[in-house]
């Protein structure tokens, strides 16, 4: 199982305007855990982190902004026009999902926990989404936006592409798991 201990000192970032303006300016984030996750991807063991040393794992987790969400706060997937992956460090989220149900496409909640990943597809397809996840208890996330990748591409090329690479396997992994239900 892949582990790794965040050590720097993040601001409080909140998606709510009012919530943000009555926060506290600084807010130390608890220890979090970098763990493979438990659906999806499970069966080969992929997370977003795998086959990166800890450097490199620091290097993104330093492109991305470190979120927190309180328990049935919503995420937008996509907000001012800008794509986003949401990388779970800690918590857990129901998340809506397309699935087949007897041939008819229909829309559910998937649960996501540490590790997991979530709103990859609209931001590989750079496409506008509606829906929001749902955090089912306190949450951390790091976020990384096209902006972020840019500048993995530009900073470390062979760290980008092992982590696309793990993205592929991770959306890979999901549609087998769809196509079996």
Known sequence: MDTIQQEIRVPYISPDPIAART????????PLPFVSPRRGAAAEGVSLLSALTEAQRKLLMSLGSV??????????????????????LA???RVPVRALHEGTAIWTMKAFSAGDIFGELTFLANASQSHAA?????SWVLVLDTDAFDKLVAL??????????????????RMREALRT
Request: glycine share 6%; charged share 20%.
């Open 91 to 93: 918590g857990s989220f």
């Open 134 to 138: 749902v955090a089912t208890e306190d």
């Open 23 to 30: 926060a506290a300016n600084d807010v130390t984030p608890p």
């Open 156 to 173: 470390d090329p062979p760290v980008a592409a092992q982590v696309f690479r793990n993205m592929s396997s991770i959306i890979a992994g």
């Open 67 to 88: 979120v927190q969400y309180r328990a049935w706060q919503t995420v937008p997937l996509q907000e001012d026009g800008r794509a986003e992956i949401f990388f779970i």
